[in-house]
């Protein structure tokens, strides 16, 4: 998290709930002037260190990211080289995310849609870049699905398996991520 570029919370308190690993997220933010972006239906402690706060509908999670998605292939910000060598099935998801154009998912969001296509862009191109998620993600009942639907904004970027880049899910305890 300290290597990375820009770093995105979505259900996600860490001023709060993990005040140490929180620690870590500021000295990125200082020492590499790091984009912080908090999407969040609150506007938290955490919110308030934010370079960008995005304020959504509670419960439209994979709607965000889809939206995200869709500006991040209209305007070829994927990064199709990591794609092509380490994803399969992501034209099936362009597939789905062409369904989410910026009124739909201001309409069910409530984003408007330049602000999401700067965070989809601030997160695309200014890399490495995480994406940061705790329970306010995964406790719904489509928590899983919030979680694939993160995951594949990760993979879509290149945003995997390189220094401050991934998914950084922050819990309580080790055991919770079935370590």
């Known amino acids: 998290i300290r290597n990375a570029k820009t770093i995105i919370f979505m259900g996600s308190n860490a001023a709060e709930a993990h005040p140490v690993s929180m620690q870590h997220v500021l000295t990125g933010k200082e020492v590499n002037r790091a984009n912080m972006i908090v999407l969040d239906p609150r506007f938290t402690r955490t919110a308030a260190h934010a370079t ?99 995951c594949i904004l990760l993979l879509a970027t290149g945003n995997v398996g390189f220094p401050g880049t991934g998914a950084n899910i922050f819990r309580g305890h080790c055991n919770v991520q079935g370590a």
Request: proline share 3%.
């Open 52 to 150: 960008e706060y995005v304020r959504f509908r509670s419960g439209t999670d994979i709607a965000v990211i889809w939206g995200m998605l869709w500006h991040i292939f209209k305007n070829g910000w994927e990064d199709k080289a990591f794609i092509k060598a380490r994803v399969y099935g992501m034209d099936d998801v362009r597939k789905e995310v062409e369904k989410w154009d910026p009124k739909t998912v201001q309409d069910v969001t409530g984003i408007p849609g330049a602000q999401l296509e700067n965070v989809a862009k601030t997160f695309a191109t200014q890399k490495p870049a995480t994406f940061i998620w705790c329970m306010g993600a995964t406790q719904h009942t489509v928590g899983t699905a919030n979680v694939r639907a993160s």
